[in-house]
């Protein structure tokens, strides 16, 4: 049995900074879906590109790893 979304008046409203934060991170994912969903839809009208013009996945994740620990501050 599913349960019944509580009603608008049992919802507690956000303060408009946080309502904003919200619609940005909606705005982005919607914005990174659409570019996945533009990615499959090309490989679906013309095949998968050649092997040659593709980065490996190690190396993508190994410079987002590295991305990742630049942004970290350093522990002493």
Do not use: F
């Amino acid at each position: 049995m599913r349960e019944q979304p509580p009603s608008a008046t049992a919802r507690q409203h956000l303060e408009p900074a946080a309502a904003d934060a919200v619609r940005a991170y909606a705005a982005k994912t919607r914005e990174d879906a659409d570019r996945l969903a533009a990615v499959l839809e090309d490989i679906a009208a013309n095949g998968l590109p050649a092997v040659e013009e593709c980065t490996p996945w190690e190396d993508l994740r190994d410079a987002r790893l590295a991305h990742l620990a630049a942004q970290r501050p350093a522990v002493a």
